[in-house]
């Protein structure tokens, strides 16, 4: 048995033999996404319909990855599957995310979707904060890669042909050397003992622009290195621990932008 089989199993276990369920993913354009994705298609009781990314409309990039639109939407072609975003203000306080999200999540249940997968790996309280705002509209969420050992997953994830690029580094755990780089054996082994290998606690972010959910590859081009600072978290997102609100510390990012 594989291991996120239970987990699948249960969640969809009022299907009848030859049922799917209409699926949408929480789509950040990185890793954790893309093989969430790739772990949901092997099984054959979900069909992924939509892909769901929050966009930061005042510049036109996917929020806090700093990912170009034009990029993502090159990814949902890629995939053969449609994209809607929630279109988020510039800086967002959490009861303006929250509402935008909230009638988004309607709106696809209106539409006929029953599921929704998440790219999450351990972070327990995210993953309730998710299962509590999807309770209220009726959205069974899926966390096809949960549990699974990080090193574990980050190997396989090259091992299957996925390609990846670093595109936000927080600087309190990496350098800007690591922004702008492939993840590769060699980007494992460089990264500090403290820093999780899937980047899990929010220390980088990535683009794929390759591997086995694309019919094609996205042809990235690297761009200038920016630096950014923002208040320190106050609460999470749905991009896996990125901050909605914000106490007085600031804390900053190193973006590599793609073209």
């Known amino acids: 048995m594989k291991p996120y089989d239970s987990c699948l199993e249960k969640d969809a276990s009022f299907l009848t033999e030859g049922d799917v369920a209409k699926?949408?993913?929480?789509?950040?354009?990185?890793?954790?996404?893309?093989?969430?994705?790739?772990?949901?298609?092997?099984?054959?009781?979900?069909?992924?319909?939509?892909?769901?990314?929050?966009?930061?409309?005042?510049?036109?990039?996917?929020?806090?990855?700093?990912?170009?639109?034009?990029?993502?939407?090159?990814?949902?072609?890629?995939?053969?599957?449609?994209?809607t975003t929630v279109e988020l203000p510039e800086q967002p306080d959490m009861l303006v995310y929250e509402t935008l999200l909230n009638t988004k999540m309607k709106e696809l249940k209106v539409e006929g979707f029953t599921h929704t997968i998440f790219g999450d790996i351990f972070l327990e309280d995210l993953r309730r904060y998710r299962e509590d705002k999807l309770r209220i509209v009726d959205i069974?969420?899926?966390?096809?890669?949960?549990?699974?050992?990080?090193?574990?997953?980050?190997?396989?994830?090259?091992?299957?042909?996925?390609?990846?690029?670093?595109?936000?580094?927080?600087?309190?755990?990496?350098?800007?050397?690591?922004?702008?780089?492939?993840?590769?054996?060699?980007?494992?082994?460089?990264?500090?003992?403290?820093?999780?290998?899937?980047?899990?606690?929010?220390?980088?972010?990535?683009?794929?622009?390759?591997?086995?959910?694309?019919?094609?590859?996205?042809?990235?081009?690297?761009g200038e290195m920016v630096y950014k600072e923002y208040k320190a978290p106050a609460k999470l997102n749905d991009n896996c621990n990125q901050p909605i609100g914000a106490t007085e510390t600031p804390y900053g990012f190193w973006f590599c932008d793609l073209y």
């Open 140 to 222: 069974v969420p899926l966390f096809p890669l949960w549990k699974i050992d990080t090193n574990k997953l980050v190997n396989e994830f090259i091992e299957r042909g996925f390609k990846t690029i670093v595109v936000c580094v927080n600087e309190k755990f990496l350098d800007k050397s690591f922004c702008g780089r492939i993840i590769d054996k060699q980007f494992i082994e460089d990264l500090p003992a403290n820093v999780d290998p899937c980047g899990e606690n929010g220390e980088f972010h990535t683009f794929v622009f390759d591997g086995p959910v694309f019919k094609n590859p996205i042809a990235v081009t690297k």
């Open 23 to 83: 699926t949408y993913i929480n789509w950040s354009g990185g890793k954790d996404s893309a093989f969430a994705l790739y772990y949901i298609q092997q099984q054959k009781k979900y069909r992924v319909d939509k892909l769901l990314t929050s966009v930061n409309a005042a510049y036109n990039r996917i929020s806090m990855h700093g990912v170009r639109r034009e990029l993502l939407e090159a990814q949902a072609i890629a995939a053969g599957i449609p994209l």
